[in-house]
């Protein structure tokens, strides 16, 4: 556990993934408790008088059905903010924080060169989000059991593993600005505004006709273009782990090259 | 030049009689701050050598870029023959190094984070590790958050010498450190010294150099007053003391003699600054009673000023 950059990072994540695995899967079955409710209320009736752009822009087409509930209510927003949020602390933490708190200092003076510490760290946030959607899988599939929203094991797989390269790309961006600066906070300030900016792009891009040709660029869109509870993987979701490899390749270099921070 | 010189082999170890430091104009610009300018430095193998100055003179910069963690602005560093900056790698397998404001790794015992640096150094000799740990008293068991200052200190230093480095940096590294542990601290020190590795030891506090540094440079506002040995430079410190004495002083007596820069009165006594020995001193001095001497910690900055006036 304590030979690897990658494993003492990862263990030094464990208290927070458990804490942020108990607020997804509570996330999750919170919605769950509520569905059979909403299911009773015929709020497809309901929104059947909503505007169609709206409609589109909060994903609540096809409340009618379990699958449609989950991507209305969670992956429109909520679930997608939380891996972005929970990529983005470890990812500006991992390199930047650790620098600043003086941490780095002992390890940057073995000869573990730096491109090998920023890329276990980045290895060891990526785990770090993967084990959160595993978690989010789990949760979806146990309250679709619960409340009988028969929800796919397959569909459900897909739409975690599409959040969970959502927060993976955003906190490898936010290792690589952290890496390249030596800021948390401009890791933590860039990256965020980063998100928004991607959130805003999507949400635009699903209430204004005009700009949709723009939406696919937006990580968000990306993600949930699908659902994500959806039939298959989208094909731009590739883009998501790649902006991800070349933010960290980018990072490398100067990381390398740069003065580290003393404790 | 006739004879064609082999190709330099960056993989061979530097010849036994270079300096084991090597500096050649090294500089660091922070914007427009030069907290290091022009210093040329040459440490000897096998030896203590204290790097002495005021704070913020320049002597953590210096470490930092021998170590690597800064680049330097111009100039260029050798450690035991390796270029610091191209050969970065070279000169971490060589280096140990003691920082002076310890942060560790709270979350993790001692053991587990010396195990941790260990493997990031291709491991180290077990045996090694063990006989510091014993020798420092340190309960590798505890979590690190959970121990006192002193007690990190200890882990500080293992994780600085359990790989027996050829070089060993420390910056300012007794403060914290409780008088007992600061002995086998110095003890370790000369038994690096004595199997002929090499041990850079930064401070701002003379006493703590002079007892086991063999060779001393002074840097002041980031350039490099003097290089001497530490009986030269305490030779040239002024200390600051007040003597009461049974019998009153002769104020004339002392002015005039062998290293007493000044005297005058004080509460109770006579207050003098000496110079180098203080053999005179208290050979006059002694028929008048010596009840009491108290003397002030040496005011570095002002060694140094007098020292930079003097060259």
Redesign the interface.
């Known amino acids: 556990m304590f030979r690897t950059t990658f494993g003492r990072s990862l263990y030094g994540m464990r208290h927070g993934l458990i804490g942020w695995s108990v607020g997804v899967a509570l996330t999750v079955w919170v919605m769950a408790a509520i569905w059979p409710s909403m299911q009773s209320m015929n709020i497809d009736a309901l929104l059947a008088q909503y505007p169609e752009p709206l409609k589109e822009a909060f994903n609540v087409a096809d409340y009618g059905t379990g699958t449609g509930f989950l991507n209305g209510e969670l992956f429109s927003i909520v679930l997608p903010a939380i891996f972005v949020v929970y990529g983005i602390g470890r990812g500006a933490r991992l390199v930047a924080g650790e620098e600043q708190d003086g941490l780095l200092e002992l390890v940057a003076v073995t000869p573990a060169t730096r491109t090998s510490i920023l890329v276990q760290k980045a290895a060891a946030m990526v785990v770090g989000v993967a084990v959160l959607g595993v978690v989010l899988w789990v949760a979806i599939l146990l309250g679709s059991i619960a409340a009988g929203m028969d929800v796919g094991v397959v569909p459900a797989a897909r739409a975690s593993f599409l959040v969970s390269l959502l927060g993976a790309e955003f906190g490898a961006v936010a290792i690589a600005v952290g890496a390249a600066s030596g800021r948390r906070s401009i890791a933590l300030a860039v990256t965020g505004g980063l998100a928004v900016a991607a959130y805003l792009l999507y949400l635009v891009g699903q209430l204004v006709e005009g700009d949709r040709p723009y939406r696919w660029l937006s990580p968000v869109y990306q993600a949930i273009v699908d659902g994500p509870i959806g039939p298959s993987l989208p094909g731009l979701a590739v883009l998501m782990p790649l902006v991800a490899l070349v933010a960290v390749g980018v990072a490398v270099p100067v990381f390398e090259r740069r003065d580290l921070a003393g404790s | 030049m006739g004879t064609t010189a082999p190709a330099a082999d960056r993989t061979a170890p530097p010849p036994e009689d270079g300096p084991v430091v090597d500096t050649r104009g090294l500089t660091k610009r922070f914007g427009d701050t030069v907290a290091l300018d022009r210093l040329d430095l040459q440490v000897p193998r096998g030896c203590i050598f204290g790097y002495l100055g005021p704070n913020g003179a320049g002597k953590?910069t210096t470490i930092?870029l021998l170590?690597?963690?800064?680049?330097p602005t111009s100039g260029t560093a050798h450690v035991l023959g390796h270029d610091v900056v191209r050969e970065r790698?070279r000169v971490?397998?060589l280096?140990g190094?003691l920082?002076g404001?310890?942060?560790?790794?709270p979350?993790?015992t001692a053991r587990?984070?010396l195990?941790?640096?260990a493997?990031?150094?291709?491991g180290v000799d077990p045996a090694v590790r063990d006989d510091l740990v014993e020798r420092f008293d340190l309960d590798v068991n505890r979590r690190i958050g959970t121990l006192s200052h002193g007690n990190r200190q200890k882990v500080?230093i293992v994780?600085a010498c359990m790989h027996e480095p050829e070089l060993l940096v420390l910056d300012e590294p007794t403060q914290g450190l409780d008088p007992l542990v600061q002995r086998t601290f110095l003890d370790l020190l000369r038994a690096t010294r004595d199997r002929g590795g090499t041990v850079f030891l930064s401070s701002h506090v003379l006493s703590e150099v002079e007892d086991v540094a063999d060779v001393v440079a002074v840097v002041r506002d980031g350039r490099l007053v003097a290089t001497t040995s530490v009986a030269d430079l305490v030779e040239r410190t002024r200390r600051r003391l007040v003597l009461t004495t049974h019998s009153p002083a002769d104020l004339v007596a002392l002015r005039a003699t062998d290293g007493v820069r000044s005297a005058e009165p004080s509460d109770g006594g006579v207050e003098v600054v000496v110079e180098g020995s203080m053999a005179a001193l208290f050979r006059l001095a002694a028929p008048w009673g010596i009840e009491r001497v108290v003397a002030d910690e040496v005011d570095l900055a002002g060694v140094f000023l007098h020292l930079y006036e003097g060259d």
């Open positions: 953590s930092r170590l690597g963690l800064l680049r790698r971490h397998r280096v190094y920082p404001d310890v942060s560790i790794d979350d993790l587990q984070y195990d941790h640096l493997s990031l150094r291709g500080a994780q």
